[in-house]
Each structure stands twice: as C-alpha cells, then as structure tokens.
Nanobody, 115 residues
Framework: QVQLVESGGGLVQPGGSLRLSCAAS????????MGWYRQAPGKQRERVAR???????NYADSVKGRFTISRDNAKNTVYLQMNSLKPEDTAVYYC?????????WGQGTQVTVSS
C-alpha cells in the first residue's frame, strides 16, 4: 500500500508562485510513474505533469513553461513548482503514483489564484 500526502496549497495572487509537495510512504520512484493532476469545480480531473521512472517529464500544454515537476529520492517526495500562476489554475491538486498494476492518490490540496 502506497500512501501519498500533499501539502503546499493556498491562496496566491495572479503571477505568483507556489510549490506543492507530495510525500510518499517509501522509496517508490523506481517503480511508479508520479503525476500531478488537478480538478476544478464542475470540470473533469486532468493531468498536469508526469514524471516517469526514467526521469522523463511531460506537461499539459496549459502549464508548459510555467510548472516543473521534480523529485527528491532521499526524501521520497515529488514537487510541483508552479510559477506565473493564473486564475484558471485554481483547482484541487492531487498527487498520483501508478504502475501497470495499481494507482494511488493523495487527498488533494487546494490552490486558489485570485487577487
């Protein structure tokens, strides 16, 4: 069983930055692709960024050049650095770990971009 705990959400003004953290319950990065997803009210959950086991990354077009996914293997933590935030980035952000067999989710953290 993998447990994921997100933190770092909050209220930020447009143009500001936030860094989300996802702490995993063990050394899973060699076995699981890590991802950040978000879900805004009334919308479907969408993938924002993905970090594969080989270290390759992938981003949604809407966040390319603004968001960066990274990991700290020693801390079993994945990060999402979010810069130049826009009101449309407002959503609950979820951390995900998945492989061919299983998929795990964190509880989510709220990000609100508003002046």
């Amino acid at each position: 069983q993998v447990q994921l705990v997100e933190s770092g959400g909050g209220l930020v003004q447009p143009g500001g930055s936030l860094r989300l953290s996802c702490a995993a319950s063990g050394s899973i990065f060699s076995s699981y692709t890590m991802g950040w997803y978000r879900q805004a009210p009334g919308k479907q959950r969408e993938r924002v960024a993905r970090l594969s086991t080989d270290g390759s990354t992938n981003y949604a077009d809407s966040v390319k050049g603004r968001f960066t996914i990274s990991r700290d293997n020693a801390k079993n933590t994945v990060y999402l650095q979010m810069n130049s935030l826009k009101p449309e980035d407002t959503a609950v952000y979820y951390c995900n770990a998945q492989n061919l067999i299983k998929s795990y989710w964190g509880q989510g953290t709220q990000v609100t971009v508003s002046s």
